[in-house]
């Protein structure tokens, strides 16, 4: 099954820095990917995903890019805030007879530091 | 609009209880999904509903494990005899429908605590 490796696992920066939160997958026929935010307490939230027929994509502050080649994809935030403070998941969803199941990565925790 | 939500948001129970956990997907989501997230882990996909049809449990983690969604709409996951290890949370997932769409957007998730 698919295999969703996620790197770093925490991630400190200041205010209006920008961070960057990896993923790696081993389907080579995945085609979809998305991103969730999850606050203290709560579900995870879809916060941008992105599809295997194209490589990059964004949203405001929030950018995604995939390289199906290297099998990775990564998520770019810009201008941090205090709120964007949270756990961050990847996901990739299954090939063939399992395209609904998302296989999440293990999750950053990142915190915005005023 | 109305989100997924899910009830009781919170659930402890003894070792040996039975727990009903339930979940209200977004009005006119085809699939529903439930996943389980342990402490500081990703979610891991338990099943997958397709209106009422259960058509993937393969990641319930035993048969104490039973879910069901009987109208195509609000499903049920049942615990038996709880264990310990069963303590986690329990998030549902819907989505308007598969192939043309995969977006799934949860719930609030339940804890449960099994003492």
């Known amino acids: 099954g698919e295999n969703v490796e996620q790197h770093p696992s925490t991630l400190s920066v200041q205010e209006g820095d920008s961070a960057v939160i990896k993923c790696t997958y081993s389907?080579?026929?995945?085609?979809?990917f998305p991103w969730y935010k999850q606050e203290l307490g709560k579900g995870p939230q879809l916060i941008i995903d992105?599809?295997?027929?194209?490589g990059e994509k964004k949203d405001q502050r929030i950018a995604v890019t995939l390289n199906k080649t290297a099998k990775h994809f990564s998520l770019h935030i810009t201008e941090t805030q205090p709120e964007d403070s949270a756990v961050y998941f990847c996901?990739?969803?299954?090939?063939?007879?399992?395209?609904?199941?998302?296989?999440f990565g293990k999750g950053t925790l990142l915190t915005v530091n005023p | 609009g109305a989100g997924v939500s899910q009830s009781p948001r919170y659930k402890v129970a003894k070792r040996g209880q039975d727990v009903a956990l339930r979940c209200d997907p977004i009005s006119g989501h085809v699939s529903l999904f439930w996943y389980q997230q342990a402490l500081g882990q990703g979610p891991e996909f338990l099943t997958y509903f397709q209106n009422e049809a259960q058509l993937d449990k393969s990641g319930l983690p035993s048969d104490r494990f039973f879910a069901e969604r009987p109208e195509g709409s609000v499903s049920t996951l049942k615990i038996q005899r709880t264990q310990q290890e069963d303590s986690a949370v329990y998030l549902c997932?819907?989505?308007?429908?598969?192939?043309?769409?995969?977006?799934?957007?949860f719930g609030p998730g339940t804890r449960l605590t099994v003492t």
């Open positions: 389907d080579s026929a995945s085609n979809y």
């Open positions: 996901a990739a969803v299954g090939s063939g007879g399992s395209n609904y199941k998302l296989t």
């Open positions: 997932a819907s989505s308007l429908s598969i192939g043309s769409s995969y977006e799934q957007y």
């Open positions: 992105i599809r295997s027929n194209v």
